[in-house]
């Protein structure tokens, strides 16, 4: 037996457009980011998709809808959950990233943006991001995959590459090399003794 989990990051929203901290505002994605949505769709028809986890913003919501639609499994369950939300950039969201750059230093915002377990100001690191997603994808998502149940996430920038950092087994080092692009599809093909892997592993955690 094995099973498919797929991920996939929001298309493009207009505050990746306009080079914004976004964190949890809710801003709804681009004309460009329908279109990666459309392709993200084609690319899993044929695939057999029987539920659907995305978070409670509108830019992962709308994507999650388009690739459904394209992929012609609209209609299957659909589970929204905070947990999956993008991490919270505090008091930087809203702001230019390169105005914020220019005012703090590149490396003091390298740090907000791409450190594991520094918080920005007011907001999560990705470690705080990583111990509300992963517990939510152990408990909520998993006994899908259990269940033989192919699953497909659509999510964040940081919400998935917490996700990534788990399954892939990497270091805080290697996920800050790690970026997801707008509506590209991932696919990981699992099968028994991966799952029972992976569960072993999050056992071995501090936060089972
Ligand atoms: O602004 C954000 O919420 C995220 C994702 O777009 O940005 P970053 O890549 O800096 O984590």
């Known amino acids: 037996m094995s099973v498919k989990l797929f991920l996939i990051r929001h298309g493009q929203s207009q505050w990746n457009l306009e080079n914004r901290f976004t964190g949890w505002k809710d801003i709804d994605i681009t004309e460009k980011g329908r279109e990666e949505a459309k392709e993200a769709g084609i690319e899993l028809r044929g695939e057999r998709i029987d539920i659907a986890f995305t978070s409670t913003l509108i830019r992962a919501q709308h994507t999650l809808d388009i690739v459904l ?3 012609g499994a609209a209609g299957i369950p659909v589970i929204q959950d905070k947990a999956l939300n993008e991490r919270s950039y505090g008091d930087l969201e809203g702001l230019n990233k ?3 750059a220019a005012k703090y230093g590149d490396e003091q915002v390298h740090i907000w943006r791409r450190s594991f377990d520094v ?3 007011g907001g999560e690191s990705l470690k705080d991001t990583y111990d509300r997603t992963i517990p939510y994808f152990i408990h909520t998502i998993f006994p899908h995959l259990e ?3 192919n699953v497909l996430i659509v999510a964040h920038g940081n919400s998935l590459r917490a996700l990534v950092m788990f399954l892939d087994n990497l270091s805080p080092d ?3 090399q790690r970026e997801l692009a707008t509506g590209v599809p991932l696919e990981y093909i699992m099968d ?3 799952l029972e ?3 072993l592993r999050y056992g071995k ?3 089972a």
Do not use: K, N, V, Y
Request: net charge negative; glycine share 0%.
């Open 69 to 71: 639609q394209e992929c």
């Open 98 to 100: 390169a105005d914020t």
């Open 119 to 121: 918080r920005p100001p």
């Open 147 to 149: 269940a033989a149940e």
């Open 174 to 176: 290697e996920i800050l």
């Open 192 to 194: 028994r003794h991966m």
């Open 197 to 199: 892997s992976l569960r």
């Open 205 to 207: 955690t501090s936060l």
